[in-house]
């Protein structure tokens, strides 16, 4: 019998180590089906909060945040394209014509959309609206910081585009947001991607799919024992 294990993934849009670890963990996910039954939901974590709505461009954003020159910010996409083709995502420019410029966006907005898809639709649907975010930043370049953007998105991804652009609007969904993330630094969550198992367990940063298979695997064990002692002891 399949046992059923929660994942939550604390991650931003913008990360490209979130997009790899989401495709590796989907590989390890897919050599567990019939042993372990999956639900993923998607958790807020914003890299840069204080980005401004006009975005920032890339190479400027790695050079004024982590100290790189504009050489060494390219070679650091170079690196980043080979381990995600390895992944299965591919991070070079899809659309038509010369690529826009590589951009940094503020993701609040995006959060929002995703916590209303995960309320509204459920898990599955929240995960294609996260995939296709990742597919617009780092594929087609789209101003994902931007609200019509994100309503086309949403409608693209057959969610009611009423209901988004309410959920944009929604401060409550915002506060909701705010906690979720103050949620994550209480629990030292302080990268992303970072995977919280069952509710107790973490896996940080992005693995190698035979790990999350290995990894999964022992801490479904692991959970399976603790409700035994909590059955026990009731």
């Known amino acids: 019998m399949s046992r059923a294990l929660s994942i939550d993934i604390w991650s931003d849009v913008m990360c490209p180590w979130c997009a790899i670890g989401y495709y590796n963990l989907a590989q390890a996910i897919e050599q567990l089906d019939g ?36 050489v060494e910010a390219s070679d650091m996409a170079g690196k980043m394209r080979a381990v995600g083709e390895q992944a299965g995502f591919q991070m070079h420019y899809h659309g038509e014509g010369d690529p826009p410029p590589a951009m940094m966006w503020n993701t609040f ?45 949403a409608e693209e991804e057959g969610l009611p585009r009423m209901g988004a652009a309410e959920a944009l609007d929604d401060p409550g969904l915002g506060q909701a947001i705010r906690l979720e993330q103050r949620r994550a630094y209480d629990a030292n969550i302080t990268g992303v991607p970072a995977m919280i198992v069952g509710g107790r367990f973490l896996i940080p940063g992005a693995q190698e799919p035979d790990v999350y298979v290995s990894t999964l695997r022992r801490m479904a064990d692991r959970l399976d024992v603790l409700a035994e002692r909590e059955a026990a002891g009731r």
């Open 35 to 70: 042993e372990i039954d999956v639900t993923i939901r998607w958790m807020p974590f914003e890299l840069n909060p204080d980005m401004p709505p006009e975005g920032e461009e890339q190479q400027a954003h790695l050079a004024r945040k982590y100290g790189r020159t504009p």
């Open 109 to 153: 907005e995006a959060h929002k959309l995703l916590r209303w898809a995960l309320a509204f639709a459920g898990p599955e649907a929240q995960t294609r609206l996260k995939l296709a975010l990742f597919r617009a930043h780092f594929q087609y370049r789209r101003r994902i910081g931007e609200r019509e953007v994100l309503l086309d998105i």
